[in-house]
């Protein structure tokens, strides 16, 4: 008999829940939240601490979804609790130039070396709206590549070919069939974006032979994290660098996932590429909304005051107490000469490798893909998954949604989304880490 404790208690969530209903959509705020996504019911939860969560039902979880990304630190840090309760004392906003804002973009630079300047915005979303007005008013073009399954946001010339769809509708790799992800976009909005599949060289470079003089920006996240975790395949994004800088296109870095995650300067220092824009978000506010941009000071001070500015307003830009938080936060990651780095890269490798020993020896087919504190799992009969269109055609999302029910049931916390990713913070342990093997083997022993 199994010791692993159960948590199937829901009564208090679904009486939650059901308030929820009254008054919101679908009872909560994001739709990567709500019962579409868990097929029982949202888990509501109470209260966290350290790599641990509690529902309303005091059921007790390891979390690895860590705030969708944005938990660096995991739940409360000591830290971080002792930052936000000074920051409140003395005020938490002003509409004003504050020191708190100075230190955390002086912190910024010293960890992102491509950051001669940077502007704070309030989420992720905003900082990739900002660097692509930055990049078409710096090129005089108005034209910009985006890739399939990739995710920069709700804005709108965004929002094409993010969501997966059946293999049928995606139309040839060489012209994408363009689809909305959302209603109430003209379809206007879209005349001057680029969709191209991702980690295809060959596509890229006829793109820029044939329209590289159009182009003012390329935007790609390093690795592809709207669809889990898909890294790039080896010199792609040498290559796209390369395309970029010949056809004076600008390349913008989306490390709004990825940013303070690997390594102090992101993945473009992990990887030594140098974009001509990054915009990072999540981990850098350590549980707080915060985004950023970042790039060389001939291209960010085009938001300077004048008649021919780049306009960015914000009430909340650079908020005080949000500040404090984002230098507390970077000075814990680069403490101990940034052994935090050391900790969640090699935590993560142990949970990638331990996870693949449990689908081996259950002889389940599924595949670990990812490296350090973020990966995803996939259920296929495939060695690994490029792009948007391997993981349309090959993953076995119901599947893998089902795993993770089984999962929640026995003390794992994780969206049962397949298009998201597994999370490994500076407060998980060794301990985690052994619970969270135990668990997915007996998850695979129920999945028959």
């Given amino acids: ?100 804002e100075v230190e955390a973009a002086e912190r910024f630079r010293r960890l992102v070396p491509t950051a001669e300047r940077v502007r704070f915005t309030n989420t992720g979303s905003e900082a990739t709206m900002l660097a692509l007005r ?21 804005y709108d010339p965004y929002l094409l070919n993010a969501h997966p769809h059946p293999p049928e509708m995606l139309g040839p790799a060489e012209s994408p069939a363009r689809i909305p992800d959302s209603l109430g976009i003209p379809e206007g909005v879209f005349a001057d974006v680029i969709v191209a599949p991702w980690n295809d060289v060959a596509i890229l470079e006829r793109v820029f032979r044939e329209q590289g003089g159009e182009i003012a920006a390329a935007i790609t996240e390093p690795v592809m994290a709207n669809l889990g975790c898909i890294p790039p395949r080896a010199g792609y994004l040498e290559r796209l660098r390369e395309l970029t800088q010949q056809s004076g296109a600008l390349l913008i870095f989306d490390e709004v996932v990825t940013g303070f995650r690997y390594a102090p300067g992101g993945l473009q220092q992990k990887f030594g590429i140098v974009p001509d824009l990054s915009t990072f978000g999540k981990a850098l506010g350590a549980g707080f909304p915060v985004g950023a941009v970042a790039g060389p000071s001939a291209i960010l001070n085009r938001l300077e005051w004048h008649d021919s500015m ?21 000075d814990l990651l680069m403490a101990n000469d940034a052994a935090a780095y050391k900790r969640l890269n090699e935590l993560g490798d142990a949970a990638i490798h331990g996870l693949r020993d449990v689908f081996r020896r259950r002889k389940v087919a599924a595949i670990v893909q990812g490296f350090g504190p973020m990966f995803q799992i996939y259920f296929t009969e495939r060695k690994a998954i490029h792009d948007y269109r391997d993981y349309c055609a090959h993953v076995d999302t119901r599947k893998y949604s089902y795993f993770i029910h089984l999962l929640l049931e026995r003390g794992i916390y994780m969206t049962p989304s397949n298009g998201l990713h597994w999370i490994i913070s500076t407060a998980h342990k060794p301990s985690d880490i052994d619970q969270l093997f135990l668990v997915a083997d007996e998850a695979c022993a129920a999945l028959g």
């Fill in 310 to 330: 780049v306009l960015h307003y914000g009430t909340f830009n650079g908020h005080r107490l949000t500040m404090k938080v984002v230098s507390t936060n970077l």
């Fill in 1 to 100: 008999m199994s010791d692993i404790p159960k948590t199937r208690r829901r009564t208090k969530s679904r009486e939650w829940f059901a308030r929820a209903l009254e008054s919101l959509v679908e009872g909560v705020n994001s739709p990567s939240r709500g019962r579409a996504v868990y097929s029982l019911g949202p888990i509501v939860i109470e209260r966290g601490t350290g790599s641990h969560v509690f529902d309303v039902d005091w059921n007790e979880y390891i979390d690895f979804m860590m705030a969708f990304g944005a938990l660096i630190h995991g739940h409360a840090h000591p830290a971080i609790v002792d930052t936000v309760a000074q920051a409140m004392a003395e005020g938490s906003h002003f509409a004003a130039c504050t020191a708190p």
């Fill in 134 to 154: 930055l990049a078409r008013a710096h090129t005089g073009r108005t034209k910009f590549v985006k890739f399939e399954g990739q995710y920069h946001g709700w």
